[in-house]
Every structure is written in structure tokens, then in C-alpha cells.
């Protein structure tokens, strides 16, 4: 059955210039069906197959009990097949490993080893959540892949329209859309994994229409492999401890840091110590390795002049000998910002 995810893709990847053949292929469907979806005719569709009888059906409760009573130990397929044979069982070993794939845990695997994305391709997008005197902060995180370049919002919540109106502004901030974006399994994000078989997630119908109509694909990370996304993950502990840690210190112990402040400031962070930094992976700054992002990344106007400006407030807030002792609402009106000449 297509999905309506893989409909969108279709129109994606045909808009990033890949040829039906091509599409067809990356996704494993007709050309025909492709090129149904491209016309904008509905494909057609199948209903749910039958479950076919196999020759391991008689022998299936034998192998989940001899795994139940091995527990740790990961008995071999192979084993289990002689086992089984020795019963009676005339089907293949194929047949067994697919079974067993399903019903065991899978094999503990070996570290994800770094990979490098080519200019262009991926933006990793992440939430990372900050606690202080009872209160919750989340920052929405975006890092490009090749560049390092990265975006960070503040918000007070992770529904839908803040991590829309976050990735616009983060499109903005980086002059451009990436032909890919790679998500956390944030609920806003994925409805519901694997609902049309492994490998096949629903997604929330307002990233399918902003993938769509800004042409990017959209990736997930595997559950529970936060190394899948390691570039956006290893921004977060630096933006803990070289931003918010320091920041949250000049503050009285019961004085929560907001949204509105923590913005502010992290505009300035970005672009005065994150984006120009020297990266320890790519040994160059991420705002030097920006422009080759740019030259291949997707077009992305309305919002990349009201960024590029906010991106220039400059803060002038002197450091105080003291820590803060007021509420922030009280050192709001001490704030004047000012437009530094571009």
C-alpha cells in the first residue's frame, strides 16, 4: 500500500530532480505508480494480505520456549534448526532466521562509527530540555550536517505550529533548506512508527505538507541510537555547558531563566562563540564551511530576511559584578538593542 508519506517523498525527491527510474528504485515501488503519483492520479490500492501457512508454524512454540529457557544466552539459528528438523521440520533456515528476527531481541550492535553528510544534504533537529527552580525550558536545536552550522529557539512548548514556525526560522538563519532533515521520535513529529510496516512511519500531516512545499525529505532516527544523530547531540551538551550553564549561574538560585531572555542571548552566543568557533571534527569554523551549504541547499526566502536581522541585534548588557537578584522581568527594561551595521 502506498502511503501518503511516500506519495509526498515521491514529489520530493522528483522535485530535487531525480528521474522516475531513480525514484522508483530508492523507494522500491513501479515506475508506473510513480509516475501515477506525479500526475497526481491516486494509486491504486491493495488490501492486507492473508497470512500464508508455513512449515515452521507446528514448530514455532517449541523455539519461543527454547528461548524462554535459554533467557540471556542467544541460542543460533542454525541450532535451532537442527533441533527442529530432528522433529520433523522440512522448511528452510531462511524461514527460521525471518521468524526469529521477530520474536527476539535483536543483537546488541557494534558503535556507530561517524559519517560525514555532503554539503546540502542534512539538517539533524533536535529538543533539548532544561529544568531550573521547577520550570521547564526546551530549546529547539538545528545543525547542519556538513557546516555544523547551528540554530537554537527557546520555546515553552514542543507542539506542532512552535516546531514549524522553529524550522522556518532555522531555514531562514541558514539562508536555505536542506534535502533532508533527520528527526528525534518526538511525538509531534511521528504519529505513529511503523504503522504501515517496519520502516514505515505516519508522520504529522502539517511536516508532510511543510515537506512538501519546501521540498525536503524527512529522515528518524532509530529508537534509542541518539548516536544516529550524534552531530545535533554533541551541539546539545555544548550548549548546556558553554551557554545555558554559565548564563542560569548569574542568576539568583530562585530565579528561573525565560524564554525571551535565554533568545536573546543565544543569538549572540550563536554568532559570537558557536558559529565561529574552530569545530573539532571539521578543524574549520561551521560559519567558513556555511557557504558551500548554501550554494546546494533548497531556496528559502520569506523568512531569511527577518532572521538575518535578528541575527545582528547586538545586547548591550554588561556583565554584572554580582549575581542577578531581581526577577528578569525587572533587568528587561534595563535591555537596549541596538542594530550593529551589516
Given at each position: ?5 511516500n ?19 530508492q523507494l ?16 491504486r ?17 517449541y ?49 556507530v ?17 532544561f529544568?531550573?527552580?521547577?520550570e ?25 505550529p ?51 512545499d ?15 544523530k550524534?552531530k ?111
Amino acid at each position: 500500500m502506498l502511503t501518503q508519506e511516500n506519495q509526498v517523498e515521491i514529489r520530493v525527491l522528483a522535485r530535487q530532480g531525480l528521474k522516475i527510474r531513480a525514484i522508483a528504485r530508492q523507494l522500491g515501488v513501479s515506475r508506473n505508480t510513480v509516475r501515477r503519483v506525479l500526475r497526481g492520479q491516486a494509486p491504486r490500492s491493495y488490501g492486507p494480505r492473508r497470512p500464508r501457512p508455513t512449515k515452521l508454524d507446528a514448530y514455532k512454540a517449541y523455539v519461543c520456549v527454547r528461548m524462554q529457557a535459554a533467557g540471556s544466552v542467544r541460542i543460533p539459528a542454525p541450532v535451532l534448526l537442527r533441533e527442529i528438523r530432528e522433529q520433523g521440520y522440512e522448511g528452510s533456515l531462511t524461514q527460521l532466521k525471518a521468524y526469529l528476527a521477530a520474536v527476539r531481541p535483536a543483537k546488541k550492535e557494534d558503535p556507530v562509527i561517524r559519517f560525514e553528510t555532503e554539503p546540502g544534504q542534512q539538517m539533524q533537529v533536535d529538543f533539548v530540555v532544561f529544568k531550573r527552580c521547577g520550570e521547564r525550558l526546551s530549546a529547539f536545536v538545528a545543525t547542519l550536517g556538513y557546516s555544523r552550522m547551528s540554530f537554537v529557539r527557546f520555546v515553552r512548548d514542543e507542539t506542532w505550529p512552535t516546531v514549524k514556525a522553529c524550522l522556518e526560522a532555522a531555514f531562514g538563519y541558514v539562508g536555505g533548506v536542506p534535502r533532508e532533515l533527520l528527526f528525534d521520535n518526538m511525538k509531534t513529529v511521528v504519529l505513529e512508527r511503523n504503522a504501515y510496516g517496519r520502516g514505515r512511519h505516519r508522520l504529522h500531516p502539517g511536516l508532510l505538507a511543510l515537506s512538501r512545499d519546501l521540498g525536503f525529505a524527512v529522515r528518524l532516527c532509530r529508537p534509542y541510537r541518539a548516536k544516529t544523530k550524534g552531530k545535533v547531540e554533541r551541539f546539545n551538551r555544548y550548549l548546556r555547558g558553554s551557554f545555558y550553564n554559565p548564563l542560569v549561574t548569574r542568576l539568583q538560585a530562585d530565579v528561573a531563566l525565560d524564554a525571551e531572555t535565554a533568545n536573546v542571548e543565544v543569538l549572540k552566543w550563536l554568532r559570537d562563540i558557536a558559529n565561529v568557533r574552530e569545530h573539532k571534527s571539521t578543524l574549520e569554523r561551521p560559519v567558513d564551511r556555511l557557504e558551500a551549504d548554501q550554494q546546494t541547499m533548497l531556496p528559502y526566502e520569506p523568512a531569511m530576511a527577518p532572521i538575518e536581522a535578528a541575527a545582528r541585534l547586538r545586547l548591550r548588557l554588561p556583565l554584572p559584578v554580582e549575581s542577578l537578584q531581581h526577577p528578569l522581568s525587572v533587568y528587561g527594561e534595563l535591555l537596549k538593542v541596538s542594530q550593529v551595521p551589516a
